[in-house]
Nanobody, 124 residues
């Protein structure tokens, strides 16, 4: 599956943004999906993940309560709605897809496919 993230941009503190991750391929609904982010000089970190049909979601503590991950299998697209943005949310955001296997959705190594990043900049 190929993934393409979009929706990043410059937003003020307290603002909102919706990221999208469009996928190609007919097997989209078979994948767990996730969002990760990487700030300058830091390692890539987990943001959120969602299971095959959106029934189960996972969030990093840093975004819990401020972000909502969702997917539309008919549109082969995943979303990350972020609100109450903070300067520390500034990063390149990546989407990823994984076939279900042992391990954890919270680790980059669990994912099989990655999209290119989209930059989110939160200005104060």
């Amino acid at each position: 599956v190929q993934l393409q993230a979009s929706g990043g941009g410059l937003v003020q503190v307290g603002g909102s943004l919706r990221l999208s991750c469009a996928a190609s391929g007919p097997t989209f609904s078979r994948y767990y999906l996730g969002w990760f982010r990487q700030a300058p000089g830091k390692e890539r970190e987990f943001v959120a993940a969602i299971d095959w049909n959106g029934g189960t979601t996972y969030y990093a503590d840093s975004v819990k309560g401020r972000s909502t991950i969702s997917r539309d299998n008919a549109k082969v697209t995943m979303y990350l709605q972020m609100s109450s943005l903070k300067p520390e949310d500034t990063a390149v955001y990546y989407c990823a897809a994984a076939t279900f296997k042992s391990g954890s959705v919270y680790y980059t190594s669990w994912y099989d496919y990655w999209g290119q990043g989209t930059l989110v900049t939160v200005s104060s």
